[in-house]
């Protein structure tokens, strides 16, 4: 099992921007996809961003061109860059591991193991 713990949010404005970083523990962070998902009051879990362990990367339509995922295999951390941000982005922000990438990575049902979550708050 991975150990994951988020950090970064916090309450911004509308248009401002926010860095989420998500520390690992494990020697084999380097072979995973990490992923970044969110979670509004009364909504399901939803898919945000994916890197893959050779650094290719996926968003959600809703956050293409505000948001960049990045890891830094060396600080066995993964980051979510957060720009323009809008009140509808307001949510817990989750970062998970997929430990054997089959490839459907929009899904929550597709990554073994999360963190506790990380709030963020956009002001109108």
């Known amino acids: 099992q991975v150990q994951l713990v988020e950090s970064g949010g916090g309450l911004v404005q509308a248009g401002g921007s926010l860095r989420l970083s998500c520390a690992a523990s494990?020697?084999?962070?380097?072979?995973?996809?990490m992923g970044w998902f969110r979670q509004a009051p009364g909504k399901e879990r939803e898919f945000v961003a994916v890197i893959t362990w050779s650094s290719h990367t996926a968003y959600a339509a809703s956050v293409k061109g505000r948001f960049t995922i990045s890891r830094d295999n060396a600080k066995n951390t993964v980051y979510l860059q957060m720009n323009s941000l809008k009140p509808e982005d307001t949510a817990v922000y989750y970062c998970?591991?997929?430990?054997?990438?089959?490839?459907?990575?929009?899904?929550?049902?597709?990554?073994?193991?999360w963190g506790q979550g990380t709030q963020v708050t956009v002001s109108s």
């Open positions: 494990g020697r084999t962070f380097n072979n995973y996809a």
């Open positions: 998970a591991v997929d430990r054997y990438y089959r490839g459907k990575y929009s899904e929550v049902s597709e990554y073994e193991d």
